[in-house]
């Protein structure tokens, strides 16, 4: 049980967030706001595709792409939108035991993985300047991001840095920003968060 809910939480990472509030606009970020988001945004995918083909075009987010195969949200995530997806990194799946991992991919495990990749996803599209603004407008508390799952993710600063926090506590770092897609943005973090 406790390695199934430790692969869950590495899976988690993959659903994109998008924020309640600020979703669905890109405010303009103060010059501390868009350094960070120029200095995390690193190599980013061109524009154009959707989330699923922008990861496709990403060999670090391969195990993410295998795994919304896996769960069948290939369509969902190709659909409209617009989503934020917090994708978490090939070397995040790989902190998951293998076990859990191979549990997940099973189609014993397709109603979990499909929890925990949607527990990434946010309805609309936040951009990494709205959400800093939204972090720095909750307080200390930190933001909460409702997710596509139902659950929420907390939202803070640490180090000049965006961190997730999930229900269990386990924390990822946003790596890189703004991977703009046609049906949404991607940020990629570098751990897998869980539900409750």
Do not use: W
Not at 19 to 26: G, I, L, R
Not at 155 to 182: C, F
């Amino acid at each position: 049980m406790k390695t199934l809910m430790t692969g869950a939480a590495l899976a988690a990472a993959l659903t994109l967030a998008a924020c309640d509030a600020p979703a669905e606009t890109t405010t303009p970020a103060a010059t501390d706001d868009m350094a960070m988001a120029e200095e995390t945004a690193g190599d980013t995918a061109p524009a154009g595709g959707a989330i699923v083909e922008l990861a496709q075009s990403n060999a670090d987010l391969s195990t993410l792409v295998s795994a919304v195969q896996a769960a069948d949200l290939g369509t969902t995530l190709s659909g409209a939108g617009p989503f934020t997806v917090f994708a978490p990194t090939n070397a995040a799946f790989e902190a998951v035991p293998q076990a859990a991992r191979d549990q997940l991919m099973s189609p014993a495990g397709k109603q979990d993985l499909t929890g925990i990749l949607t527990y990434h996803v946010v309805a609309g599209e936040t951009m990494s300047p709205a959400l800093i603004t939204a972090i720095e407008g909750a307080g200390d508390a930190g933001y909460t991001i409702k997710t596509v799952n139902g659950a929420n993710l907390t939202a803070t600063l640490e180090g000049g840095k965006v961190v997730l926090t999930d229900a269990a506590g386990n924390k990822a770092t946003v790596t890189q920003t703004d991977v703009d897609a046609s049906n949404g943005v991607v940020h990629v973090i570098d751990k897998v968060l869980m539900p409750e």
